[in-house]
């Protein structure tokens, strides 16, 4: 939700793949690809920010917190986030998402956004459940 430079931006990408390639993921086994890559990302959460409301998105805590450390001038990019991450997570109709603690509300959201969607138009999206990571 901050704007980098391109050349930065590029190598964060490089970089974020080399490290999951180090954790050991194979990719023989699993699919990795560039979100930004695939449309539908961003046109979901356009059709999930449409029946979203702005009131429930200003109570997350992670938007008070990012605001704050703005001056106040929090973005409309930083505001939306959460439906893109809802986005990413019922594109692929995913039923359980792992989480930390700090993600749980975002995934309740990603819930309530499912549940709104499947009672306005007939069931279409799981409602994923959280699969909490312990440290």
Same mark, same amino acid.
């Given at each position: 939700?901050?704007?980098?430079?391109?050349?930065?931006?590029?190598?964060?990408?490089?970089?974020?793949?080399?490290?999951?390639?180090?954790?050991?993921?194979?990719?023989?086994?699993?699919?990795?690809?560039?979100?930004?890559?695939?449309?539908? +990302?961003? /046109? #979901? &959460?356009?059709?999930?920010?449409?029946?979203? @409301?702005?009131?429930?998105?200003?109570?997350? =805590?992670?938007? !008070?917190?990012?605001?704050?450390?703005?001056?106040?001038?929090?973005?409309?990019?930083?505001?939306?986030?959460?439906?893109?991450?809802?986005?990413?997570?019922?594109?692929?109709?995913?039923?359980?998402?792992?989480?930390?603690?700090?993600?749980?509300? +975002?995934? /309740? #959201? &990603?819930?309530?956004?499912?549940?709104?969607? @499947?009672?306005?138009?007939?069931?279409?999206? =799981?409602?994923? !459940?959280?699969?909490?990571?312990?440290?």
């Amino acid at each position: 939700t901050m704007p980098k430079e391109p050349a930065v931006l590029h190598q964060n990408i490089l970089d974020t793949t080399a490290a999951v390639l180090a954790c050991g993921v194979d990719p023989k086994k699993c699919l990795l690809f560039r979100q930004s890559l695939v449309p539908e +990302h961003a /046109e #979901l &959460a356009w059709i999930l920010g449409c029946i979203t @409301n702005v009131p429930r998105l200003l109570r997350l =805590p992670q938007w !008070k917190m990012k605001r704050a450390s703005q001056n106040n001038e929090g973005t409309v990019g930083l505001l939306t986030y959460p439906v893109l991450q809802a986005a990413d997570i019922l594109l692929y109709k995913s039923t359980h998402v792992p989480v930390g603690e700090d993600q749980v509300l +975002h995934l /309740e #959201l &990603a819930q309530d956004i499912a549940q709104h969607f @499947n009672k306005k138009y007939g069931e279409f999206f =799981p409602v994923p !459940k959280a699969i909490l990571s312990e440290l």
